[in-house]
């Protein structure tokens, strides 16, 4: 299994931007299609971004289309979610996951591996 730790989570005004990190460890880090999703309380976790093993394929959920962006750097194992405009509805945990294929998957039933999340918080 990929271990998977995120990073960059915190507190931002509306308007605002974040960059989260997602760390892997593993030799076959390469091979996996990954993805973006968060929860907020009381709601379902839902797709935020995903991206293809090379970062040449990647697609949004509709919220986040054309203010999030999702990328790669296979060789840093790490997979990153910039985040601008920022609303309050964006206030979630945000985790980071990675499919045991190498395509680009929006549902979470296809995503073998977590991380632990990270808070995002938007303050209007």
Same mark, same amino acid.
């Given at each position: 299994q990929v271990?998977? %730790?995120e990073s960059g989570g915190g507190l %931002?005004?509306?308007g605002g931007s974040l960059r989260l990190s997602?760390?892997?460890s593993g030799r076959t880090f390469s091979s996996y299609g990954m993805g973006w999703f968060r929860q907020a309380p009381g709601k379902e976790r839902e797709f935020v971004a995903s991206i293809n093993w090379s970062g040449a394929i990647t697609t949004y959920a509709d919220s986040v289309k054309g203010r999030f962006t999702i990328s790669r750097d296979n060789g840093?194992?790490?997979v990153y979610l910039q985040m601008d405009s920022l609303n309050t509805e964006d206030t979630?945990?945000?985790?980071c996951a990675a499919a045991r294929e190498a395509g %680009?998957? %929006?549902t979470s039933g296809f995503f073998r591996s977590w991380g632990?999340?990270?808070q995002v918080t938007v303050s209007s």
């Open positions: 271990q998977l %730790v %931002v005004q509306a997602c760390a892997a840093k194992n790490s979630a945990i945000y985790y %680009v998957f %929006v632990q999340g990270t």
